[in-house]
C-alpha cells in the first residue's frame, strides 16, 4: 500500500502566529518535524501542505516536497486536499507542531490502520504529571477495552470526582487514515461536540466511525505557546528529549 505522510502547516495560528517557522536552535520548526518523519521507511513519500508563501518558501528552501492548499478549517481537511493531489492508499497527518516526534512513534500510528484494517487510527500516552492532566492544550482520550476512543477532551477524563485513582491518557497528535475514508470525513458537517472541544475525531465518532488507539510509551510535546517552545528549544540543545 502506498503510504503517504503529509504535514499540514498554518502560519494564522490564534495562539501563536507564525508557530512553523519559529526557530529552534538555527532551524524552523517544521523543518525538525520533517526531517524526522522523512526517515520513517514505510513512508513511500512526505508532503508540507500549506496555504502560506512564507512557510512554501522555507520549506522549499531546505529541500520539501509543498503542496499549496486552500484555506482550510482544520489540519484534516489540508491533508484530505492533500490527498485529492496524490494517489496515496494510506494517509498520515504529522502534526508540524510536534518537533520532537520520533520516527518510532510514526510507524506506530502507521500499524494502528495496518494492522487491523481500520479506517482511522492514533495514539495515546499515559500522563501522571497533574500540570499536563488540567493543561487544555493536551488533549485527553479515554477508549474502550478493544482499544477504541470513546471520547476526547481537552478538560480531564476521567474526572476521578469520587477519588478513584484512574489513568489519565493524553492524546499525541498523529492520525492515519485509510484514503476513501479521508476524503468522505473531510465532506462531514462538523457537530457541535466536535465545535465545543475542538477536536477533529470527534466529528469521525459523531458519525458512527470507529477510531483505533493504540497505547505508546514515546510522549512528545506540542508546541502551543512560547513557553513551550522554549522548553523545546532546551531540551534538544541539551540532548534530553527521552526526558518529556
Same mark, same amino acid.
Given at each position: 500500500?502506498?503510504?503517504? =505522510?503529509?504535514? #499540514? ?8 502566529? =507564525? ?11 517544521? *523543518? *525538525?518535524? *520533517? ?16 496555504? @502560506? *508563501? ?29 490527498? /485529492? ?10 502534526? =508540524?507542531?510536534? #518537533?520532537?516526534?520520533?520516527? &518510532? ?26 500540570? @499536563? ?14 482499544? !477504541?476512543?470513546? !471520547? ?14 484512574? &489513568? ?20 462531514? #458537517? ?10 477533529? #475525531? ?6 458512527? !466511525?470507529? /477510531? ?22 532546551? /531540551?534538544?540543545?541539551?540532548? &534530553?528529549?527521552?526526558? /518529556?
Amino acid at each position: 500500500m502506498k503510504t503517504i =505522510g503529509v504535514i #499540514p502547516a498554518r502560519y494564522a495560528s490564534s495562539r501563536f502566529p =507564525g508557530k512553523p517557522l519559529a526557530d529552534i536552535n538555527g532551524k524552523p520548526m517544521i *523543518w *525538525w518535524v *520533517w526531517n524526522t518523519a522523512k526517515q520513517v521507511r514505510e513512508l513511500n513519500e512526505l508532503y508540507i501542505a500549506t496555504d @502560506d *508563501w512564507r512557510i512554501a518558501e522555507a520549506v522549499s528552501a531546505f529541500g520539501g516536497k509543498v503542496i499549496i492548499t486552500g484555506d482550510c478549517d482544520t489540519g484534516t481537511d489540508r491533508v484530505a486536499e492533500a490527498a /485529492l493531489k496524490t494517489d496515496g492508499e494510506i494517509y498520515v497527518n504529522i502534526q =508540524g507542531d510536534e #518537533p520532537l516526534i520520533e520516527c &518510532k512513534t510514526i510507524s506506530q500510528a502507521l500499524a494502528t490502520v495496518a494492522k487491523n484494517e481500520d479506517y482511522f487510527g492514533t495514539l495515546a500516552v499515559e500522563i501522571t504529571n497533574q500540570n @499536563d492532566i488540567i493543561s487544555p492544550h493536551n488533549v485527553k482520550i479515554v477508549f474502550d477495552h478493544q482499544g !477504541y476512543a470513546m !471520547y476526547f477532551s481537552r478538560t480531564p477524563i476521567p474526572s476521578n470526582l469520587k477519588g478513584y485513582a484512574g &489513568k489519565t491518557y493524553k492524546h499525541l497528535g498523529i492520525y492515519v487514515y485509510r484514503r476513501d475514508f479521508l476524503l468522505n470525513f473531510t465532506n462531514m #458537517p462538523h457537530p457541535e461536540i466536535e465545535l465545543s472541544e475542538s477536536i477533529e #475525531p470527534l466529528r469521525a465518532m459523531y458519525y458512527g !466511525y470507529k /477510531l483505533k488507539v493504540e497505547l505508546t510509551q514515546n510522549d512528545s510535546i506540542g508546541v502551543d505557546t512560547y513557553e513551550d517552545l522554549v522548553r523545546v528549544r532546551n /531540551l534538544l540543545s541539551t540532548n &534530553k528529549i527521552n526526558n /518529556l
